[in-house]
């Protein structure tokens, strides 16, 4: 089974600039989440789709959004770039992204876009 | 403010002795803990995991341990082999996933030959 893939690996951007960051899930996964990783803040939660619908948000300001489509594909979307948005943006797939102590459905990562911001 | 701690940015072990990871957290929602491996330039990388009804999962050379009342979980790699050496980031999730994971920032494990 294909792993979750991210697309584009590397890019450069200047402030004030937006961006489109694609992430396509391991097949059969519906739940998809997009997380920020930087050297100060370390990974943190963006926020999850599940079936064309933001199920959840971590604590990140309206210039970032995203979205998902029918076959489960996500994009994220920053806009009004700046110096501090510099990070590996990692997405994750997962069946169904139901959590609880019985059990939580499995994150897998793809190898994320490392965004640099000039 | 953290929520999920791992003290020790690094570890250094000799390959075939134990290499013990500790995470600590605050939040009492958490209700299950994964750890992640993550090699350069790669997605982390799911290792194992352990429900708060448990306080011990196996899983071949990796045991993860749970201490609830310490608010303390412990990831044992037996015995420690070289391709072990890499980032391992614990994570917790709680209150049904609303806040997706909350990642400790990291301890790279270095096994020494």
């Known amino acids: 089974k294909a792993g979750v893939t991210q697309t584009p690996r590397y890019l450069i951007k200047t402030r004030g600039q937006q961006v489109t960051l694609s992430c396509s899930p391991i097949?059969?996964?519906?739940?998809v989440s997009w997380y920020q990783q930087t050297p100060g803040q370390g990974l943190q939660f963006l926020f999850e789709?599940?079936?064309?619908?933001?199920?959840n948000k971590g604590n990140f300001p309206g210039r970032f959004s995203g979205r998902q489509f029918s076959n489960s594909r996500s994009e994220m979307n920053v806009s009004t770039l700046e110096l501090g948005d510099s990070a590996l943006y990692l997405c994750?797939?997962?069946?169904?992204?139901?959590?609880?102590?019985?059990?939580?459905?499995?994150?897998?990562f793809g190898p994320g876009t490392r965004l640099t911001v000039l | 403010d953290q929520q999920v701690k791992q003290n020790s940015p690094s570890l250094s072990v000799q390959e075939g002795r134990i290499s013990i990871l500790n995470c600590d957290y605050t939040?009492?929602?958490?209700?299950?803990f994964l750890w992640y491996k993550k090699y350069p330039a790669e997605g982390p990388t799911f290792l194992i995991s352990?429900?708060?009804?448990?306080d011990k999962n196996e899983d071949g050379r990796f045991t993860v341990f749970l201490n609830k009342s310490a608010k303390h979980l412990s990831l044992h790699i037996v015995p420690s082999q070289p391709g072990d050496s890499a980032v391992y980031f614990c994570?917790?999730?709680?209150?049904?996933?609303?806040?997706?994971?909350?990642f400790g920032k990291g301890t790279h494990l270095i096994i020494q030959p």
């Open positions: 994570a917790a999730i709680g209150g049904g996933g609303a806040d997706g994971l909350t």
């Open positions: 789709y599940f079936s064309e619908t933001q199920r």
């Open positions: 352990i429900s708060s009804i448990k």
């Open positions: 097949s059969g996964h519906r739940s």
């Open positions: 994750a797939s997962s069946p169904s992204g139901t959590s609880g102590p019985l059990g939580t459905d499995t994150q897998y």
């Open positions: 939040n009492s929602m958490f209700d299950y």
